[in-house]
């Protein structure tokens, strides 16, 4: 009967250990899939970043533009 038991234990932690290394490899897997997701928003943050430093210096022209024709406005 103590064998019995014993093979009914190690059976167990058999099926306990087989658990835990799917779940290791699902939660590698989503890491994966995750840090992929992070490195394309990071990339796409960096885009937007970069294309509001243009448009903030297009917008910087436009106003010395402005206040340029304003000037000549007034003096005439």
């Known amino acids: 009967m103590e064998k019995e038991s014993l093979?009914?234990?190690l059976d167990?932690?058999?099926q306990?250990?087989?658990d835990l290394?799917?779940?290791?490899n699902s939660l590698r897997q989503?890491?994966?899939?995750?840090?992929?997701?992070l490195r394309e928003k990071e990339e796409e943050a960096k885009g937007l970043r970069q294309?509001?430093?243009?448009?903030?210096?297009e917008k910087?022209?436009?106003q010395q533009k402005v206040?340029?024709?304003?000037?000549?406005v007034e003096t005439i």
């Open 7 to 9: 093979l009914i234990l």
């Open 12 to 14: 167990q932690l058999e």
């Open 16 to 18: 306990k250990i087989h």
């Open 21 to 24: 290394t799917a779940m290791v």
């Open 30 to 37: 989503s890491n994966e899939e995750l840090t992929m997701k």
């Open 51 to 57: 294309e509001m430093e243009h448009l903030l210096g």
């Open 60 to 62: 910087e022209q436009v």
């Open 67 to 72: 206040a340029h024709l304003i000037k000549c």
